[in-house]
């Protein structure tokens, strides 16, 4: 691991020296950043975006790290001592440190896994339908004739927009909490 505190990353983050410390951090398995500032931090997590091309994660739990939060690509909130600022500014909000390995290997596993299903849930409804409506052309001559009154296209819109993705979202677990605590590694797939 590395640790650098706030005076050496200064001098870290000008131009000179970026790509020397990004090939540095690149090596470690964990870099910590102790007493920077606001702007230091939320240029350190621009610069880790932008030259790595990396996922960020932005964890704070006061005013000081709400810029570093928005500049990250998913900003977590620990609500405290010091304030709701960093929870007003995030993405997601815990209590206490501690619940960020459930929430990054639990909730964003099941998270994901229900958004690429429901990607491909969507795809299928709309190809059905749209697929429906292009037969329908053949039927009546390209005339434009609508197929179903309007209050039906509502009601389909309702039932296979709306439903399933609350039901799925809600009943779907493809591995159990337990299981994604014990193996971090079903994170990676």
Not at 6 to 23: A, K, M, P, Y
Not at 71 to 79: E, F, K, Q, R
Not at 165 to 186: C, F
Request: hydrophobic residues 45%; contains cysteine.
């Amino acid at each position: 691991g590395l640790v650098i505190d706030g005076r050496t990353l200064e001098h870290v983050l000008h131009d000179s020296l970026q790509n020397i410390f990004l090939e540095l951090t690149e090596k470690c398995r964990a870099v910590v950043c102790c007493q920077a500032t606001p702007l230091q931090k939320s240029v350190l997590v621009k610069l880790v975006r932008s030259k790595l091309k990396a996922m960020t994660l932005a964890v704070g739990d006061g005013a000081n790290d709400v810029s570093m939060i928005q500049v990250a690509d998913t900003g977590v909130g620990i609500s405290g001592q010091e304030g709701m600022q960093a929870v007003m500014a995030s993405d997601f909000a815990i209590s206490q440190f501690r619940h960020l390995r459930k929430l990054l290997l639990v909730h964003g596993h099941w998270c994901y896994t229900r958004l690429t299903n429901m990607v491909l849930y969507y795809f299928y409804k709309n190809v059905a339908y749209v697929n429906l409506l292009f037969w329908y052309q053949f039927f009546c001559g390209f005339s434009g004739t609508s197929m179903t009154d309007y209050w039906i296209l509502i009601l389909f819109n309702l039932l296979f927009t709306s439903v399933p993705p609350i039901i799925y979202g809600v009943l779907d677990k493809d591995v159990s909490a337990e299981i994604l605590m014990e193996l971090p590694q079903l994170y990676k797939m």
